[in-house]
Every structure is written in C-alpha cells, then in structure tokens.
Nanobody
C-alpha cells in the first residue's frame, strides 16, 4: 500500500493550493478517503472525507466553504482544493484510506507541508 501526497508549499494568505494523493496497492474505489492535518503542538484534525463513489463529502467546520475534496477513481487519486487560505491552515496534510469507518494499519500517506504566510 502506498499513499503519496503532493502539492504542498508556501502560499500567501488568501491564496490557493491543490493537494493530490496518489494511491496504489489496494482497491482504491472500495475505500473512503480523507485528508487530515496536524499543526505543530496540536492534535491531528480530520479536514475532509469523501465516500468511495465520490458522491458524499464531509468537512470540518473550520474549512467548510473554502476546501473541496474530490476523487478520480480511474486515476486512484484524491484531491483537496484549498482556497482563501489562512495562516491557521498551516500544517502537515496527510491522506488516509478507510473502510467501514476504520483506517487499516499502513493506509496513511507521509504528508505534505502547507505553510500559509506573508
């Protein structure tokens, strides 16, 4: 199993970024996918989740209306489009795969750093 995030970087407040998570080694279309983030000194936070078919999404209140999660099951990839970024969005963003609400051991990516700063 591999989950590889990309697309992080340094962006100014109000800017946008799109994160990608490329999956391999498991039946991607059977798993719900989520993005999590963890800022220094803070607990990991669930940011967004999309179901296996892509028809249902959920967001943390802190990102509703600014972030959009999507997936392409033909490409085994999940995305996180982030707009109107704020300094408090600074964190390491990781993707994870879950089935029946559980994330199996090893079904996490390594993470990509997002820094929002002027």
């Amino acid at each position: 199993v591999q989950l590889v995030e990309s697309g992080g970087g340094l962006v100014q407040p109000g800017g946008s970024l799109r994160l990608s998570c490329a999956a391999s080694g498991f039946i991607f279309r059977s798993y719900a996918m989520s993005w999590y983030r963890q800022a220094p000194g803070k607990e990991r936070e669930l940011v967004a989740t999309i179901n296996s078919a892509g028809g249902s999404t959920n967001y943390a209140d802190s990102v509703k209306g600014r972030f959009t999660i999507s997936r392409d099951n033909a490409k085994n990839t999940v995305y996180l489009q982030m707009k109107s970024l704020k300094p408090e969005d600074t964190a390491v963003y990781s993707c994870a795969a879950s089935i029946r609400g559980l994330i199996p051991r090893g079904y996490w990516g390594q993470g990509t750093q997002v820094t929002v700063s002027s």
